[in-house]
């Protein structure tokens, strides 16, 4: 066991979180508490400070799309992504802002939400076969739509799909539920996990909500970074 003392100075951020230069590579950014809740008050923008907004931002800009739950869509009110200061040089020779990949098996959401139509890069939609026709075709009247799956989502297919299209540098932002199904799929290779200094109690959700995995995978801890008393973890696949 050893300490992790903060080293003095500003770190290049843009460097410590590039992406592998070759191959799809599926990582996820989360916030828990001290006492591991994802969320504060339904919203897990809650649990952060000005620094986790900033890297939040910042891993949408490495990114080629960035995939979200449409639980999560709904609850943090989700708009289209947005160009941000500091992006400058990190997304040289792709469109100004990554696409939103909204996982949705039932197609319940907003088409006439500013997530889809104020939108600079259309957003995508992963579904099932077995969405309501009406439905699907509203949203391919909106959205990039990728069929993934019959009666469930299969998100390995879906990954599969997306990196087709270009986008293998691919985010996570979850919610609980997501996340889980894709660390269930084998398909996780990176996880950004800000720890908050706050203790809430109750029952929340942790960052992953679903059954228990039979063999649970090893993360590698990548780095540790500091802001105040927030710590900023990234863990990478153990191979």
């Not at 799956?149 to 998100?155: A, E, I, V």
């Not at 199904?181 to 909500?209: F, K, R, Y």
């Amino acid at each position: 066991m050893r300490i992790l003392s903060p080293e003095p100075g500003e770190t290049d951020l843009a460097e410590r979180y590039a992406y592998p230069a070759d191959g799809t590579w599926l990582r996820a950014n989360m916030v828990a508490s001290l006492d591991g809740a994802a969320q504060r008050d339904e919203r897990s923008g809650g649990l952060g400070n000005e620094a986790d907004r900033h890297l939040f931002l910042l891993l949408r800009g490495l990114a080629d799309a960035v995939l979200v739950g449409a639980g999560t869509v709904r609850a943090e009110g989700y708009g289209p992504v947005r160009p941000s200061e500091g992006w400058d040089g990190v997304r040289e020779g792709r469109t100004p802002v990554p696409p939103l990949a909204i996982a949705s098996r039932t197609l319940d959401l907003d088409f006439d939400a500013p997530v889809f139509t104020e939108a600079q890069v259309p957003t995508i939609v992963l579904t099932t076969a077995t969405a309501d026709p009406v439905r699907l075709k509203t949203a391919r009247e909106r959205a990039d739509v990728i069929v993934a799956g019959h009666d469930s989502l299969d998100f390995p297919a879906a990954v599969r799909e997306l990196a087709a299209r270009g986008h293998r540098r691919l985010l996570c932002e979850g919610g609980p539920a997501l996340l889980a199904q894709i660390v269930a799929a084998g398909l996780l290779d990176e996880l950004c996990l800000t720890l908050s200094p706050l203790l809430l109690a109750g029952h929340p959700a942790g960052i992953l909500n679903g059954p228990p995995l039979p063999v649970p995978p090893e993360m590698a801890l990548a780095h540790a970074l500091q802001d105040d008393d927030f710590l900023f973890l990234r863990y990478t696949r153990s191979r």
